[in-house]
């Protein structure tokens, strides 16, 4: 299973990527019950490498899709599922990743690809993220996606050992594992066809 991993924020201390990194760490130590650790080959991205100007109907006619756009669509493209940990602006995405989805969404509206996707959400305060994270599920059959799960993770700071790189709080812990334990789905389907073929 070829999976993408990576937070939707483009800050360098970036609290989701630290969860991400984190939930990767964990499918790359094969700790993730169902999901053998090499049967998982994981690559990430950084929104940064992403900046493009403000979308507006205007740019688009007068200068079409920039490439950055076309770049971040495939590559969710070459996925096999995806893992984001959606970080929370006033209640909504960050800016730079809104404007990297409403980019490639010209290219087409399904995103997604109809990946399957575990979600995740982090923030400093008790709401965890959730209003982005509630509104990423509900949005994501819109947009091409099979929510197979969707963790918030609230008081980052109380909750996770930044030196360690991990989950402080067990029963936090154990719901993260749960639900990347749903990527099996995908590793066994990714396997069988394999084998089909």
């Known amino acids: ?29 094969g700790l993730i019950e169902g999901v053998a650790a090499d049967a998982v080959e994981i690559s990430s991205l950084d929104l940064n490498d992403f900046e493009m100007p403000i979308y507006s109907i ?46 490639a969404s010209r290219i087409n509206m399904r995103v997604y690809h109809d990946k399957p996707i575990v979600m995740l959400s982090t923030s400093p305060g008790g709401g965890g993220g959730g209003f982005v994270l509630r509104s990423a599920a509900h949005l994501a059959q819109y947009f091409g996606n099979e929510v197979l799960a969707s963790l918030s993770i609230p008081k980052f700071d109380q909750n996770f050992d930044t030196t360690a790189g991990t989950l402080a709080d067990a029963d936090l812990d154990a719901q993260l594992r749960d639900a990347l334990a749903t990527l099996s789905k995908v590793t066994s389907k990714v396997t069988g066809d394999s084998a089909a073929g």
């Open 1 to 29: 299973m070829k999976l993408l991993a990576f937070a939707a924020s483009n800050s360098s201390q970036s609290i989701n990527r630290q969860l991400v990194d984190y939930a990767v760490q964990l499918l790359q130590d």
């Open 58 to 103: 205007d740019r688009q006619n007068a200068d079409g899709i920039p490439q950055p756009a076309h770049d971040f669509y495939d590559t969710i493209g070459a996925a096999d599922a995806l893992l984001i940990s959606f970080a929370e602006h006033n209640g909504s995405y960050t800016v730079a990743y809104k404007n990297v989805f409403d980019w």
